[in-house]
T-cell receptor, first 118, second 114 residues
Framework: KAGVTQTPRYLIKTRGQQVTLSCSPISGHRSVSWYQQTPGQGLQFLFEYFSETQRNKGNFPGRFSGRQFSNSRSEMNVSTLELGDSALYLC?????????????????FGAGSRLTVL | QKEVEQNSGPLSVPEGAIASLNCTYSDRVSQSFFWYRQYSGKSPELIMSIYSNGDKEDGRFTAQLNKASQYVSLLIRDSQPSDSATYLCAVRSGRGGSQGNLIFGKGTKLSVKP
């Protein structure tokens, strides 16, 4: 069973550019969550998509956006890149929306996309 | 106030010893708690989940939860050099628009010396 696949794995951009990252969840998983990981702030929640709808959103500016397609694949976009956007962007999938039940919805992470902004 | 706090370490233990990792959280309505392990340059992987007060054991790992004290811990028995990694505590949020998403601590770096 294939895991969570993220592309590209590494990318370098310059300030002001935009970037699109892709995430293919585990087959059968319908929820995709995105996290930003930096040495100073750790893992910070960006947003979660389930059934093509954003269900949760973290405390990030509107430059960060995402979407989910009918096959559960998700993309996130960062516009007008800033130096501080340099980070590892992690995608995680789960069977159901993480807030939809009191039970566990285990997150399985992909390998991440490492973004460097120059 | 940070929502999930962990000692950043590094925590250094000799091989074969018990490693004790601690985590406190601020949201009293949180119901689900997780420990993830992250090797350097890799993504986090789930090693334990716990939902009820008390202990939960899985092999060499034991998770402990005390909701009254808002405290979660992870014990690793017979620590091995391969356990050297950063351990992330995660709490499922129970409030408002972010209900359900996992909030992570910054992690504790564990080093097991041969």
């Amino acid at each position: 069973k294939a895991g969570v696949t993220q592309t590209p794995r590494y990318l370098i951009k310059t300030r002001g550019q935009q970037v699109t990252l892709s995430c293919s969840p585990i087959s059968g998983h319908r929820s995709v969550s995105w996290y930003q990981q930096t040495p100073g702030q750790g893992l910070q929640f960006l947003f979660e998509y389930f059934s093509e709808t954003q269900r949760n959103k973290g405390n990030f500016p509107g430059r960060f956006s995402g979407r989910q397609f009918s096959n559960s694949r998700s993309e996130m976009n960062v516009s007008t890149l800033e130096l501080g956007d340099s980070a590892l962007y992690l995608c995680a999938s789960s069977l159901q929306w993480t807030g939809g039940s009191s039970g566990a919805n285990v997150l399985t992470f992909g390998a991440g996309s490492r973004l460097t902004v120059l | 106030q940070k929502e999930v706090e962990q000692n950043s370490g590094p925590l250094s233990v000799p091989e074969g010893a018990i490693a004790s990792l601690n985590c406190t959280y601020s949201d009293r309505v949180s119901q689900s708690f997780f420990w993830y392990r992250q090797y350097s340059g890799k993504s986090p992987e789930l090693i334990m989940s716990i939902y009820s007060n008390g202990d939960k054991e899985d092999g060499r790992f034991t998770a402990q939860l005390n909701k009254a004290s808002q405290y979660v811990s992870l014990l690793i028995r017979d620590s091995q050099p391969s356990d050297s990694a950063t351990y992330l505590c995660a709490v499922r949020s129970g409030r408002g628009g972010s209900q359900g998403n996992l909030i992570f601590g910054k992690g504790t770096k564990l080093s097991v010396k041969p």
